[in-house]
């Protein structure tokens, strides 16, 4: 609702444009036609890990492990339909385990389950994770990338064993509909130059975050492809709007 004069501009969550339209009655927002798509400028994958106890160091040992348990271990998300519930969910069923989904109120408590061995894996934002797996409170298994990614070292990508998957969260800035193209065109050639800056590289890198760009109209169909995706995803799972 803010003036399009390229003043105000946001930058919001891949779930805020793609999760949030399918769980979610009344959203006073419309994805892809309340705003202008300007810039991307990170991507990040999601990072599988469990305890350290968990006698497991493979993505491949986890699904033997969680089958030979007949779906004994708990998966802990951020809560229903959070990037988590719907990433676990989505592994779950491309490689034919299961686990009990326990949801927990937001990314930091189940995170926390998982570190104390209250909840025995999760799969989560590389940032939230990483800062943990190199201080050995849990142990990474693989990510979403569809390739191995240098900035999270030698985990594998878990499509190396469960072809096909992958997932990948990018960040981008929207403005309010209408804003005037040449405002826009300047906000995206700004962007280019800021995220190809060395500085700026090193604080996605320390977040497990890979610098991106691209046309306005990539980043608003990579928003189009990946709703109607996590729409397939949500009525498998059978989730309904709240």
Not at 200 to 210: C, F, K, P, S
Request: no cysteine; glycine share 10%; net charge positive.
């Amino acid at each position: 609702n803010a003036t399009p004069d390229g003043y105000t501009i946001i930058t919001t969550s891949l779930s805020a444009l793609t999760v949030s339209p399918h769980i979610r009655k009344n959203l006073p927002y419309d994805p892809m036609k309340d705003f202008e798509y300007v810039a991307l400028y990170s991507r990040q994958g999601n990072v599988l890990v469990v305890h350290p106890d968990l006698p497991v160091k493979s993505v491949k040992e986890l699904i033997e492990y969680a089958k030979a348990k007949q779906g004994k271990i708990n998966m802990a998300s951020a809560g229903t339909g959070a990037q988590s519930h719907l990433n676990g969910t989505a592994l779950m069923m491309a490689a034919g385990f299961q686990s009990l989904h326990v949801p927990y109120k937001g990314g930091g408590p189940s995170m926390t389950a998982v570190i104390a061995g209250e909840a025995h894996w999760s799969i989560a934002p590389a940032g939230a994770m990483m800062s943990h797996v190199r201080a050995g409170r849990l142990r990474a298994l693989g990510h979403s990338l569809p390739q191995r990614s240098p900035l999270l070292g030698d985990i594998p990508a878990i499509a190396e064993t469960v072809p096909g998957f992958k997932y990948v969260a990018f960040s981008g800035f929207l403005a309010p509909k209408g804003t005037p193209k040449a405002i826009m065109q300047k906000i995206h050639a700004t962007m280019a130059k800021v995220v190809s800056a060395p500085e700026m590289r090193q604080q996605l890198a320390l977040q497990g975050a890979e610098p991106a760009t691209g046309t306005p109209e990539e980043f608003r169909r990579a928003v189009q492809a990946e709703l109607a995706e996590i729409g397939k995803l949500v009525k498998a799972i059978g989730l309904t709007a709240e």
